[in-house]
């Protein structure tokens, strides 16, 4: 069956139910004309039948219905649906913070302050707070959702208060929202889903197991200031602080994992990056060059703005710091690359950071046949198979959770913003430290 055929029988499934629901929660004057115009909004709003026209149509009538003061209790249902939307978000894979990410690239700002609002409304029915995993909790607070953010009913009344708009863009964003849901793809689970949450979730240990925190605070501090100082040979001291603090632990991982004779395959983990707009294609490619040089294979989901990354934790742990570190030292150049027009161009900024990305990826791969030799040195032949061993550990988790992958290209359509992305890569410090580390 294709994926296209999957998505609309999950989609008339996930409508059946929206409907089963729906009819729990009749009993005021005009639900029946109500619940038609909601559903057949939601048809109108996105999917194969979407029609701009019928959608403002239905939330003009939509719009009227509410303000004639016969259907009271339109709110609280609507609330309801969307509030039960969330456990079908969920239970698919889905995590709050990358939910959010990707209807607001769907649909705008109006759309992901309502999702944030519904997320809310489905926290505090579920007791997230209390029993959800720690990761959780964590997107939660990121997105200022508190255990007291969202009051048990009106939660839907005070979202469009705080927005002040017109009941019929209200309503557009609420059919869009739950059209969306009928539509959405799952994702790999990467945490306990809330169907699955108990007392003890919200305090067992994390899957993943990356360096110690002092570690990493420690590697992130030499980062933060080789990227903050204007004096190049003060961010050279620093960068080399952070790579040999970073090459010591990861060689030393994979030499202690190898010596306990551990199923690699069972370590190998995937997470989950969100990716802005504008130009997320090259920061994608920049992010695709640094995974190369970690042993770690990415999967772009170029629909929602998210990549998936497969790998051991300490090399995703050093990946994300040392694409975090050059995304900022690439936002730095491309701001001292001049202000003129050409320069502020779209076509000029795409072209730099997609010349910026294939430089590093030389540079990294230039480091990564020195940190061959010097491992080697340090460590003897062994080191070879145990790194050969984990890379293909890795691939074949990644090949197994994603078969069927298609490779794409980037056209440069600027060739004054590909020779300025490739000089300030030259200039660029390469300061996650894990390219030093033999594959």
């Not at 979730?201 to 990493?216: V, W």
């Not at 900024?349 to 990564?368: T, V």
């Not at 061993?389 to 359509?413: I, L, W």
Request: charged share 20%.
């Amino acid at each position: 069956m294709s994926r296209n055929s999957q998505q609309n029988r999950a989609a008339r499934k996930r409508k059946k139910q929206q409907r089963g629901n729906a009819r729990e929660l009749r009993g005021v004057r005009h639900d029946i004309e109500a619940e038609s115009l909601v559903f057949a909004g939601v048809e109108f709003a996105y999917g194969p039948a979407a029609n701009t026209g019928s959608l403002q149509r239905t939330v003009r009538q939509l719009a009227d219905l509410e303000g004639s003061g016969f259907v009271d209790a339109l709110p609280d249902w609507v609330s309801q649906i969307l509030d039960g939307s969330m456990d079908h978000v969920f239970d698919t894979g889905w995590q709050p913070t990358e939910f959010v990410h990707a209807v607001r690239r769907e649909f705008g700002t109006r759309a992901a302050r309502l999702t944030v609002a519904v997320i809310g409304a489905h926290a505090g029915r579920t007791s997230a707070h209390k029993i959800a995993p720690a990761p959780w909790r964590e997107q939660l607070a990121e997105l200022n959702i508190t255990a007291d953010s969202a009051p048990a009913r009106g939660w839907l009344s005070a979202w469009r208060a705080t927005e002040n708009a017109d009941p019929a863009d209200m309503w557009t964003a609420i059919l869009s929202f739950l059209g969306y849901v009928n539509y959405l793809i799952p994702m790999k689970p990467l945490l306990a889903t809330p169907a699955n949450w108990s007392a003890g979730t919200a305090s067992s240990p994390s899957a993943t197991h990356g360096p110690e925190p002092k570690i990493l605070a420690r590697i992130r501090g030499l980062l933060a200031k080789a990227e903050a100082t204007p004096y190049a040979e003060e961010a050279e001291i620093l960068s080399a602080k952070a790579q040999d603090l970073m090459t010591r632990y990861a060689i030393d991982s994979a030499v202690v994992d190898a010596a306990a004779h551990t199923s690699l395959r069972d370590q190998v983990v995937t997470r989950r990056l969100l990716v802005d707009n504008p130009y997320p294609e090259a920061k994608v490619q920049l992010l695709h060059c640094v995974a190369e040089s970690n042993s770690v294979r990415v999967l772009w989901h170029q629909r929602f703005g998210l990549v998936s990354m497969v790998g051991m934790p300490i090399d995703l742990d050093l990946c994300e710091m040392l694409f975090t570190s050059l995304l900022v030292q690439a936002s730095h150049a491309l701001s001292e690359a001049g202000g003129d027009r050409v320069k502020r161009s779209p076509s000029f900024r795409r072209s730099f950071l997609l010349a910026f990305a294939s430089r590093i990826g030389e540079r990294l791969a230039i480091a990564r046949e020195q940190a061959g030799r010097d491992a080697s040195s340090q460590y003897g032949k062994e080191l070879v198979p145990i790194m050969t061993e984990r890379t293909e550990a890795v691939g074949s988790v990644f090949e197994k959770q994603f078969p069927s992958v298609v490779t794409t290209s980037h056209s440069v359509t600027n060739a004054h913003g590909w020779q300025a992305g490739r000089v300030a890569a030259e200039l660029a410090d390469l300061s996650g430290g894990r390219e030093r580390i033999a594959e």
